[in-house]
Every structure is written in C-alpha cells, then in structure tokens.
C-alpha cells in the first residue's frame, strides 16, 4: 500500500477555542485524522509576530489549546501533534527560504497590509512579520505535506507557499535531477460558519463566543443574552428566522423537525425568543458535553498533554529532519566530509 498523503494544519496559540473553531477547523481536522497521514501543530513561532512584547500567556495558551483539540476528538493514536519551536528546523528552512523570496511577493500578501492598517496598538513593521508567511511556507513544506486545510483567510498564504517551493526547486535538484518540495494544495474548510452570539462571526475579540469549556450555566446565560431578530421587539411581533443567530445554531444542531418548527411558529409569533433559545440549547448542548467530560479528564493528567506534545514533536522533528538533510544535498551545503565524498562520487557517475 502506498503511504498515505500527508495532511499539515497548524494554529496559533490563542487558549481556549470555540464553537467557531470547532465548525471551523477541528471537525474537519477530525474527519482528516482518518484518511491522512496527519501532522497538527502549534505556532507559537507565528505568535510572535504580533504579541513580541509580551510572552507571558504561550505556554499555557497552547496547553489550554491543544486540551480543546483532544477534547474535541483530535487522537494522538492518529495523528501527530507537535509544537513548532520544539521543532527548530523550521527556523533553518524558514532562514533559507527568506533568502530566495523576493521582497515584493510579501509585501502583496493582502493579509500583511490589512493588519498592518488593522492593528494599531502593536508595531508591526518588524522583519518577522512581514515574514510571516515566509515561515509558514517552511512549517508547510518541511514535512512535504500535500494537503493544507485552512480557512479561507490562509489561501494567499499556501498559495505563496506554492511559489516559493517552485522557486526552491528551480534552483536547486534533489540527486538524479529531482524536485525536493511538492506543490501543496490548500483543503478549504467546506462548513459553512457559525455566527457569534451578537450575529458577527465568532471570535474571541468580538466577546461573542461559546467556548467548548464552558459549563452548561455558562452556555445557557450566554444563549439568553443572544441577539434575535431585532424587529421581534414584542412577543406578539412576526420574526424573520434567516437573519436571526439563534435560528443558525438551529439549523446546524436541531433536528429537522424542530428547524421546521421553529422556522413556521417564529414568523407566526407562535413561540417566543425565550422559548426558542431553550429549545435550540436543549440539541446544543448534548454536542458539548462529551467534549467537556475529555476536556475533564485531560485536566485531571495534566503531563498527559505535555507527553502528547514532546512525543510528537520528537516524531515531526525526525521527519524535518530528513528534508534537511535534502535541502542541504540540494544546496549544496553538506560539510560531513564522508558524506561530501559519497554525493561527489554519486554525482560523476549520474551525469
Ligand atoms: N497562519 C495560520 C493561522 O493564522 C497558522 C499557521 C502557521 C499555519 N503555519 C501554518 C496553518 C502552516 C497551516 C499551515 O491560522
Ligand atoms: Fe430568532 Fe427564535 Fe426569536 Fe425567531 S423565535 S427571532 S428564530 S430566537
């Protein structure tokens, strides 16, 4: 059997992770923890690149954050899960490729000029965010990974990826005149989002999230101060379910016959907000709560996360290893003088 391609996906340490990362990523990362051979990290490198000045939350960030992925289903008999600094190699290959890319293909990365306008409180003009996703680019192609899934916001990034694995390759071959990288492609995340409890997408800087630790009193006080549809303002007022948030947590997590339900009595005014809330938190809540009984048990064996870190990152670091070693025979650069004079000898026989 051929082996199996090699799927890479990584985040940033942000703690806690929500609903809209569950939807967004983890249930598709579990879906791929099957059918590929998986490698899921940590980018505590790339955290840098905006929160330089303070540092003091990584290590817990990512241990609060990779609790949720396994609480969430992620399974460390499956896949890989790594830490991107304990991998140092991507800092040479990173190193490396900054080299060969041009100034101009970072600086059009519509994501660097949108945060640089975004965010105001940090200086962004530093040398390692505009090589962001020059750093990606070695995180991506250090394990050879065919398939990237991401979000949409990351397509510009493994689409530079793309460019810089070509540029590499144009200049530098593998033995018998090989490429060193594939060409990775990005795995867009087909489900469609979640709406945050004020109707924006979720997300932590909004404060309109449901995290998957929250307790069932948190999810409830949260739902009952969820937006609605704001024309519903008296019970006896017609509502427009299509534009409300709680009827999209509905539509993902009811059955079929409550959405319908509830589509047909809300535009009736036959069932109230308060009622409506209740009923789509009763079909929320039974998703969350084996997430949250994994989460208990991670939390009671706290080593067992760091275990699961440092034993994959161990296995990662000896697959990024190997690509080393061929980058360096590419560019030409091994100074093992045994080795030296095998790859010169290998060379004068294949012409
Ligand atoms: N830039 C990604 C994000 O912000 C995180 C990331 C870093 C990543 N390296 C990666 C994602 C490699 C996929 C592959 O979400
Ligand atoms: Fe939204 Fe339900 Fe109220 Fe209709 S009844 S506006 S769907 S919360």
Not at 129 to 147: C, E, M, N, R, S
Not at 211 to 229: F, G, N, W, Y
Request: aromatic letters at 8%.
């Amino acid at each position: 059997m051929p082996a199996r391609k090699r799927v890479l996906s990584g985040m940033r340490p942000t703690g806690r992770l929500h609903l809209g990362h569950l939807v967004g990523a983890l249930e598709n990362w579990i879906k791929l923890q099957d059918q590929y051979q998986c490698f899921f990290f940590v980018a505590d490198w790339h955290a840098l690149t905006t929160d330089y000045a303070d540092t003091s939350q990584i290590t817990d960030n990512t241990c609060q954050m990779v609790t949720d992925w396994l609480a969430a289903g992620l399974d460390p008999e499956k896949a890989t899960f790594f830490v991107q600094s304990r991998v140092p190699e991507h800092a040479e290959l990173s190193l490396l490729f900054s080299m060969i890319t041009p100034l101009g293909w970072l600086e059009r990365v519509p994501s660097y000029k949108e945060q640089r306008e975004q965010i105001r409180d940090k200086d962004l003009g530093t040398h390692g965010f505009l090589g962001y996703p020059v750093l990606q680019a070695a995180d991506i192609l250090i394990y050879k990974a065919h398939f990237v899934p991401v979000g949409e916001d990351q397509v510009a990034h493994v689409e530079l990826t793309r460019e810089i694995a070509r540029r590499f390759n144009s200049f530098y071959k593998a033995s018998r005149g090989r490429r060193v990288f594939p060409e990775p492609e990005a795995l867009l995340t087909p489900t469609p989002k979640l709406p945050g409890l004020d109707g924006r997408k979720m997300s932590k800087s909004y404060g309109n999230v449901l995290e998957l630790a929250d307790e069932p009193e948190t999810i409830r006080e949260k739902v009952s101060a969820m937006l609605t549809d704001p024309q519903r303002v008296r019970r006896t007022d017609p509502g427009r379910p299509e534009i409300c948030p709680v009827f999209g947590y509905h539509r993902r997590y009811s059955t079929e016959a409550v959405i319908k339900q509830v589509d047909r009595d809300c535009r009736t005014a036959a069932i109230g907000c308060v009622d409506c809330k209740a009923l789509m938190v009763e079909h929320l809540l039974p998703v969350l709560e084996p997430i949250r009984e994994r989460r208990r048990q991670y939390e009671a064996r706290p080593e067992s996360v760091a275990n699961i870190l440092a034993e994959g990152s161990r296995k990662a670091r000896g697959v990024a290893r190997r690509t080393m070693n061929q980058v360096r025979e590419a560019m030409q650069m091994v100074f093992d003088w045994e080795k030296r004079k095998r790859l010169r000898a290998k060379a004068e026989r294949t012409p």
